[in-house]
């Protein structure tokens, strides 16, 4: 049994009480659908994952990031989309800057484009892996190497390659693809429309900020968002630095179409701060 701590046993209290007032409210929430949201689990922490599927499609969310296949079901009972599937583009120390890792990530990743394709899930993740004293200038290159060999299939089957931007600074230390112009440039190289960036803005906002201006010169390479407060990763409120409000706007003046996924760990009633931040999304 694990000892749970009065830190613990308060947001799970909390998660429980919101689950048992929302049960008396089935009635779905309609959105406008211009930005297609999604979350990830950490957004409802405290709940099953039945349930958290259940409140997400209620609320209008329409995808669900980094669940696995054994999840899949669950998200198509409840109508939702696996929007960004983990398990096949190797782990974030350990990915596409070392040869040594592509036989191994290559066989893993032509698994997971098959079944992506066949469950509709759009899009793959994968990482650049950490520098361990390895020049970005070799790393990029071992990067785009790797995705020019995946690249015809990711295209066959309509299910589009994501390598995400993740800082050094704070979570991911020693992380190479921790800079716009990284990832930039291995998607000019290898030139796929099924290659692009996850572009996560609570990690560009700690190592480069300038979230908007960088997104807009660079959205024909990025096929998936993160969102997150900056500091803590927790809610896009006015404890934080980033104007999110003014953000999905400039998202949505693209015409960007794919999806905008929250990946923040909530401190204040987990429904309540997901439905603020759907609302607040839903332009």
């Known amino acids: 049994m694990i000892a749970m701590t009065r830190r613990s046993f308060v947001p799970a209290l909390a998660a ?65 989309v696996s929007s960004m599937v983990p398990n096949g583009g190797g782990n974030i ?72 931007y993740l800082n050094s600074k704070v979570n991911h230390k020693d992380y190479q693809f921790d800079h716009m112009s990284y990832g930039v440039e291995v998607c000019k190289r290898v030139n796929s429309p099924r290659i692009k960036i996850l572009y996560d803005m609570y990690h560009v906002q700690i190592m480069e900020g300038d979230i908007i201006r960088m997104m807009r010169d660079n959205i024909q390479w990025i096929g998936h968002f993160h969102t997150a407060g900056n500091p803590g990763r927790h809610e896009m409120d006015d404890t934080q630095e980033m104007n999110y409000r003014g953000i999905i706007q400039a998202i949505a003046a693209t015409g960007y179409q794919g999806f905008v996924s929250h990946e923040y760990s909530p401190l204040r009633d987990p429904l309540q701060s997901l439905e603020e931040t759907l609302t607040m999304f839903d332009v």
């Not at 009635?27 to 997400?56: N, W, Y």
């Not at 990743?109 to 992506?116: A, G, N, V």
């Not at 071992?142 to 015809?152: E, M």
């Open 93 to 164: 120390p350990d990915a596409l800057n070392r040869v040594e890792n592509h036989d191994r990530i290559e066989k893993s990743m032509h698994e997971m484009l098959d079944l992506c394709a066949a469950a509709g899930a759009p899009n793959l993740i994968t990482f650049s892996g950490n520098r361990r004293g390895q020049k970005d200038e070799e790393g990029l290159d071992n990067c785009v190497k790797f995705l020019n060999k995946v690249k015809a299939h990711a295209e066959e089957k309509n299910v589009t390659i994501c390598m995400e």
């Open 16 to 80: 429980g009480a919101a689950v048992a007032a929302y049960a008396q409210d089935p009635k779905p929430v309609q959105r406008k659908g211009r930005i297609k949201q999604g979350i990830t689990a950490g957004c409802l922490k405290g709940m099953s994952f039945e349930d958290q599927c259940r409140h997400a499609a209620r609320l209008g969310v329409v995808g669900f990031d980094l669940r696995g296949t054994a999840d899949w079901p669950t998200l198509k009972k409840y109508g939702l």
